[in-house]
């Protein structure tokens, strides 16, 4: 009987330590994906911004 509780919270904490890993492995991937769009982001809004500094020569000449 005693054996038997052993393994019941083994199994227990068990459980709630493999569901919080995957908790923070979903959290690091959400926080990687925004990361990454927000790198994304800066280099849309830096193409964007020497573009216009080119049109901007451009209109100068």
Avoid: N, P
């Amino acid at each position: 009987m005693y054996y038997a509780d052993m393994l019941y919270f083994v199994a227990l904490f068990g459980g709630l330590v493999v569901g919080a890993l995957v908790i923070l492995a979903v959290v690091l991937l959400l926080v990687w994906v925004y990361r990454i769009l927000a790198t994304l982001k800066d280099i849309r809004r830096l193409l964007a911004a020497s573009q216009t500094d080119q049109l901007a020569e451009h209109r100068q000449e």
